[in-house]
């Protein structure tokens, strides 16, 4: 029989979840999208056990937190001075601490800042474990009515003309459904695109996912548009079904 291999080797890094009450490990924490009970029992467990939580956006986490009747200590991460908070928060782990990181909805490092923290910590063989959960990119597909075999995720819309009708024009050309995150605005612009580049195609607008006024709207891109005109999403997820 072939001797065990050591879990030390160098340039390997093997997280475990059996064991989350040992020292030293980074939780990659997913978040409700909207409704706060959407949160899992395991999150549930890791927030209130862990030594710090580094958050995206800490007030809405401490709304989070406060619903569910957690107390803990919540530092900022991202958006600015993120190699600094990095390296402080990565000393903290060396010296034992459990450290859980938050976006300010979803799962972390989806459009947002935490791939530094993730990435710096694997490299340096710390144990980085996920604790999954909601993600409005899965949300939105499984109501849109399209296929889920396969899409490609188009983050974060951009804010200028140029960039946002060329982010456009790439999903257009896709066989398979395009994601997108935007805001009302870039969701408007974005759609108005959509007319002229693909007026039958089906598009579906999830405004504000899980949340008491959520409303999925479903059609071409102009019929859309004039439908999200009467919403009050301001969280928009945008589905763009694929070329045929």
């Known amino acids: 029989m072939p001797p065990k291999q050591s879990q030390e080797n160098a340039g390997v890094s093997i997280a475990s979840a059996q064991s989350p009450d040992e ?18 029992l395991r999150a549930l467990a890791i927030l209130k056990s862990v030594d710090l939580i580094a958050s995206e956006d800490p007030n809405r986490t401490q709304q989070l ?33 459990r450290i859980a990181i938050v976006a300010d909805t979803g799962s972390p490092l989806i459009v947002d800042p935490g791939a530094l923290l993730v ?5 340096q063989g710390t144990r980085v474990i996920p604790i999954p959960g909601p993600s409005a990119v899965i949300t939105a597909l ?10 490609y995720f188009s983050g974060q819309l ?13 999903a257009v050309k896709m066989k398979v459904p395009t994601v997108a995150y935007g805001t009302r605005r870039t969701a408007v612009r974005a759609l108005e695109t959509l007319v002229r580049l693909a007026p039958r195609r089906l598009v579906v607008a999830a405004c504000d996912l899980t949340k008491p006024n959520e409303v999925i ?28």
Request: net charge neutral.
């Open 23 to 40: 020292e030293g490990a980074v939780y990659v924490v997913a978040v409700p999208i909207g409704h706060p009970d959407d949160l899992t």
């Open 65 to 97: 937190l406060a619903h569910h009747r957690i107390s803990a200590t919540v530092t900022s991460y991202g958006p600015v001075n993120v190699q600094e908070k990095v390296a402080v928060l990565l000393q903290r782990v060396r010296q034992g601490a």
């Open 119 to 123: 990435t710096e910590a694997a490299s």
């Open 142 to 151: 499984t109501v849109a009515g399209v296929s889920c075999e396969s899409f």
């Open 158 to 170: 951009p804010s200028t003309g140029p960039h946002l009708t060329r982010r456009v024009a790439d």
């Open 217 to 244: 709207i479903r059609g071409t891109a102009y019929e859309v548009s004039r439908q999200l005109s009467d919403t009050a999403g301001e969280e928009i997820t945008i589905v763009l079904s694929g070329r045929k």
